[in-house]
């Protein structure tokens, strides 16, 4: 008798274990489609919500950027001027800045320490319309760079899209691409 009751107990402890194995997670099929038709539905609704507020934005932000090139050119432009003219010119804001003064409205240039030989002829080509080559490489001494005729050519030759050559009789005029 006690083998039956034994019996009876292991068959029931074995059908316990195999139903909580069974019954444990059990994926519904209609329920995940639903739900992934649920997200779609939601998702097409916020990329409507944010395409809307994107387009209400793109003026500004097309500004912006217009702003940042512009900027960017200026500071370019900015940092040429200072090398040729000589860092010293500019020192009185570095100083206060080292001081610690407040400079939030002033506007400070990084610049690196030497003007490549291209980027001073620029500079001086951004403040006339055409000049020779000689006078050119007068304008350069004046601002303290050697330059040799050689050195001003090869400039020109590597620089092809940035400078704009014409030879008049037996003068040769440089002048900035537009």
Known sequence: MNTEIRNIDSTNNLTQVA??????????YADVEKR????????????????SEQNKLRPFVVRFNDLEREAKVREDRMARTILLLGEERF?????????????????????????PLWLAM??????????QVVDLQDALEHFGIKASRQAIESALASHKETFETKTRSRDKFV????
């Not at 139903?19 to 519904?28: A, D, F, Q």
């Not at 649920?38 to 409507?48: A, N």
């Open 175 to 178: 002048s900035l691409k537009r």
């Open 19 to 28: 139903s909580k194995c069974t019954l444990g997670s059990v994926i519904r």
């Open 91 to 115: 020192d009185d804001t570095r100083k206060a800045l080292l001081a610690g003064n407040d400079l939030s409205r002033d506007i400070i240039v990084m610049v690196d320490d030497k003007l």
């Open 36 to 51: 992934l038709d649920q997200q779609y539905m939601e998702d097409v609704k916020q990329l409507r919500k944010n395409y």
């Open 122 to 131: 620029r500079a001086i080509l951004e403040q006339t319309t055409e000049v």
